[in-house]
């Protein structure tokens, strides 16, 4: 052969096969299969072991969760808030663990927490309504947003979660009426 190739590279050896990029390559034809399919088999089992394993462990954390969730819940956290036992919900609140929700209600003074990473607060302002089709800055507020009118401005360049007209600050919004998360806002 007189090509450029078998110059740069040599001659080819009888019984060799020669092949670029991705092809096949002699060790995929003449392979012993019971041996790469022996080592998949191990693999998969081990696999398999530690799946069963993993769901074991969650199965006995659910267990447990749901053991605990049911024991910690008071009697006083079911019932709503209304003006006689309001105080005993503010001391419900601060002796409860950090994933029970209060009940706000309109005309309360909260104080509105920042969503940013430190929930902590940025302004106080009074709840004057919670009625989801209410539209506040041109938007619906939905089940999960109350409207505030801030009265205090804590941290003034802290920005606001729903745009409300040219407003961009919490500052900017002082005796305005703002939408902000029910769950970031705290009595």
């Known amino acids: 052969m007189n090509d450029t190739f078998s110059e740069v590279m040599g001659k080819e050896k009888y019984g060799s096969v020669r092949m670029y990029s991705f092809g096949v390559c002699p060790s995929d034809v003449w392979e ?10 191990k693999y998969i089992q081990t696999l398999e072991a530690e799946l069963k394993e ?23 956290a079911k019932k709503p808030c209304t003006s006689h036992n309001k105080e005993s919900q503010r001391q419900l609140w ?13 005309g309360e003074m909260v104080n509105l927490k920042s969503v940013a990473a430190d ?7 009074l709840v004057v309504s919670k009625d989801s089709s209410k539209e506040v ?15 205090v401005c804590i941290k003034p360049d802290e920005e606001l979660i729903r745009p409300c007209g040219q407003y961009k600050t919490i500052s900017e919004v002082v005796g305005a009426p703002i939408a902000w998360p029910t769950t970031f806002l705290v009595t």
Request: charged letters at 25%; a negative charge; hydrophobic letters at 30%.
């Open 94 to 106: 601060f002796s409860s663990s950090a994933y029970d929700t209060q009940v706000i209600e309109v």
């Open 119 to 125: 929930p902590e607060t940025i302004a106080i302002g």
């Open 137 to 151: 800055g041109g938007k619906e507020l939905g089940d999960h947003y109350s409207e505030v009118v801030v009265q």
């Open 54 to 76: 993993l769901r074991s462990l969650v199965q006995t954390n659910k267990h447990d969760y749901n053991a605990n969730d049911t024991s910690i819940i008071p009697d006083m």
């Open 32 to 41: 012993n299969k019971s041996t790469k399919r022996r080592n998949q088999r």
